[in-house]
């Protein structure tokens, strides 16, 4: 039987060979289809299905792209957004991941860290921080990511505080749907919900009319949001966002009627923007507890899935089909995996890199009660005040461990035999042919 370090170290080593597997995947697209070398255009693809009969009035060119700029109409809810193409973008001229762990010239530190579940890491080295296309940032950033939103939601929405509502928007596809375009056409809808009627009912205050008096911003803190992507054979790209709305208090039963709303104010929203409308099951929105919370209200001992897993579980997420999977299939073959993982990586060119976005007075909140939100590149490198440091590697030993895709198991000969036999391996290494390399 498998012991829980067995389990841990095959998790490590498939991270290990999903990383270089993924830098090699995307070197060859990156030398083979140079025309792909010019960045997405900032407009949103106006057709991703068959065409209907009444064209939305609300779409200004109907049959053409919808080109973005501050003369738009459109404009003014989706410039400087979240996961904008026309904000903060990754424009590098390569995919990140491709130049992760590489030398910084100096000296490589090697640290455990029981931020990294007390395992031996890299430290000096570049990291690339891409939480979209690198296994091994990834899973940094996550770890980081979970500690980070347990705090924000224990001081904002744990027990005695406010409250918290987590919110799932998801949109109708189909296997012939590009991502790059769902994606767009998806946060584009999201804007055109919180830039109409119902978007203003969520963050104005309560009036004294009749149609003023269901608004919740008067109790409405702010938001916290992160995209997931998964992907099936049958269906094709299923993009969603997950989002954690904050309230100061528990929402009064005469005002949840905007609840009741939401479905079909993101139907509509879809529709602008030339998506399907969606059912009833295109929003999901259900009260948010953390485990305490669960334990103590409904007494189900089974539960370990809090907020902070449901918002920054992303890749890791077992039942589902999503990037790692995909490369994982594509290291055994699987050409279909391989090409849905390169388009995957391109089309996430066109949003923002950051995994989550705080919105709302919530960023206020955070940085007063003295909590954090860290940007991705941040938690990828942040090392924790209990790290302990294990050794050094010069920079020609370290090239020499990248030349033979050594990473992984020089960090295991460092935990289990120590640094200096760890050492001597990558001495050993200059005498072998590097077509002998572990990851080929």
């Known amino acids: 039987m498998l012991s829980d370090l067995d389990i841990g170290d095959a998790r490590v080593s498939l991270r ?38 009444r064209v ?17 109409k459109r404009s003014a809810a989706v410039r400087g957004r979240d996961f904008s193409p026309v904000g903060a973008v990754d424009r590098e001229s390569v995919f990140r991941v491709m130049n992760c762990h590489g030398s910084l010239g100096g000296e490589v530190e090697v640290w455990r860290d029981i931020r990294n579940q007390g395992r031996a890491l890299y430290h000096g080295v570049i990291k690339c921080g891409d939480y979209w296309r ?18 924000i939601y224990n001081q904002v929405a744990g027990p005695g505080q406010g409250v918290a509502y987590l919110v799932t928007f998801t949109v109708p596809h189909h296997r012939s749907d590009r991502l790059e375009d769902l994606l767009r056409q998806m946060l584009y809808a999201r804007d055109r919900l919180a830039d109409g ?13 009749a149609k003023t008096s269901y608004r919740l911003g008067d109790i409405y803190i ?54 399907r409308r969606p059912g009833a099951n295109g929003v999901d929105l259900r009260r948010m507890y953390s485990n305490s919370e669960y334990l103590s209200k409904f007494g ?13 579980a992303g890749h890791g997420k077992t039942r589902t089909v999503g990037p790692w999977t995909l490369l994982e299939n594509s290291l055994y073959g699987d050409e279909v995996s391989r090409l849905a993982f390169v388009e995957y990586a391109h089309a996430l060119k066109s949003v923002s ?38 050794g050094t590697l010069s920079s020609a030993e370290f090239r020499l461990l990248a030349q033979h895709k050594g990473y992984e198991m020089f960090l295991r000969l460092v935990e289990s035999a120590g640094h200096e036999s760890a050492l001597d391996w990558v001495r050993g290494l200059s005498s072998r042919d590097p077509s002998s390399r572990l990851f080929v």
């Open 16 to 53: 290990w060979m999903l990383f270089h597997h993924a830098r090699d995947v995307l070197r060859q697209y990156w030398e083979w289809r140079p025309e792909y070398m010019d960045w997405p255009q900032p407009y949103a693809s106006p057709v991703t299905h068959e065409l209907i009969d």
């Open 56 to 72: 939305p009035p609300t779409l200004s060119f109907p049959c053409g792209p919808v080109y973005l700029n501050a003369k738009s």
């Open 134 to 151: 690198c296994p091994i940032c990834s899973h940094r950033i996550t770890m980081g990511r979970r500690a980070e939103i347990s705090d």
């Open 197 to 209: 009627a119902w978007g203003k009912s969520l963050t104005r205050p309560a009036g004294k009319t």
């Open 222 to 275: 702010g938001r916290m949001r992160t995209l997931e992507i998964t992907w099936s054979s049958a269906n094709g790209w299923h993009p969603h966002l997950h989002e954690m709305w904050v309230f100061d208090r528990e929402v009064p039963h005469d005002r949840r009627g905007l609840f009741d709303r939401l479905p079909e104010a993101w139907a509509d929203a879809c529709e602008d923007w030339w998506l």
């Open 300 to 312: 189900a001992e089974t539960r370990s899935w809090g907020p902070e897993y449901e918002l920054a």
């Open 353 to 390: 890199p950051s995994s989550v976005h705080v919105g709302g007075r919530l960023a206020y909140a955070i940085k007063q009660l003295g909590l954090t939100a860290s940007d991705d590149m941040h938690l990828s490198a942040r090392l924790g005040s209990d790290a302990e440091l294990l």
